[in-house]
C-alpha cells in the first residue's frame, strides 16, 4: 500500500495551496480519508477527513472555513484545499486512511496506513 502526498511548498500568509494523495494497493473506497499535520515539536494532529463515499467531511476547528477535502474514487485521490494560509498552519502534512475511524476524533492509533508527509510553510 501507498499513499503518495504532493502539493506543499512555501507561501506567503493568506495564499492557498492544494495537497493531492494517490493511493494504490488498496481498494480505496472503502477506506475513510484523512489529513493530518505535525508541527515542529508537536504532536501530529488531525486536519479534515472525508468518508468512504464522500457524503461527509469533518474538520477540526482551526481549519474550518478555510480548508476542503475532497475524494474522487475512480482516481484513487483526496485532496485538501487550503485557503487563507496561516503561519500556524506550517507543518508536514500526512495523508491517511482507515477502515473503521473517520470523523474529528480520530485517533492516530486507528490509522491503517499514513503517507510520507509534504512540507507546508507559510510566512508572514
Known amino acids: 500500500v501507498q499513499l503518495q502526498a504532493s502539493g506543499g511548498g512555501l507561501v506567503q500568509a493568506g495564499d492557498s495551496l492544494r495537497l493531492s494523495c494517490v493511493a494504490s494497493?488498496?481498494?480505496?473506497?472503502?477506506?475513510?480519508m484523512g489529513w493530518f499535520r505535525q508541527a515542529p515539536g508537536k504532536e501530529r494532529e488531525f486536519v479534515a477527513a472525508?468518508?468512504?463515499?464522500?457524503?461527509?467531511?469533518y474538520y477540526a476547528d482551526s481549519v474550518k472555513g478555510r480548508f476542503i477535502i475532497s475524494r474522487d474514487n475512480a482516481k484513487k485521490t483526496v485532496d485538501l484545499q487550503m485557503n487563507s494560509l496561516k503561519p500556524e498552519d506550517t507543518a508536514v502534512y500526512y495523508c491517511?486512511?482507515?477502515?473503521?475511524?473517520?470523523?474529528?476524533?480520530?485517533?492516530?492509533?486507528?490509522?491503517?496506513?499514513w503517507g510520507k508527509g509534504t512540507q507546508v510553510t507559510v510566512s508572514s
Open positions: 494497493g488498496l481498494t480505496f473506497s472503502s477506506y475513510a
Open positions: 472525508i468518508t468512504r463515499a464522500g457524503g461527509s467531511t
Open positions: 491517511a486512511a482507515s477502515r473503521f475511524s473517520y470523523g474529528t476524533n480520530w485517533p492516530l492509533g486507528g490509522t491503517d496506513y
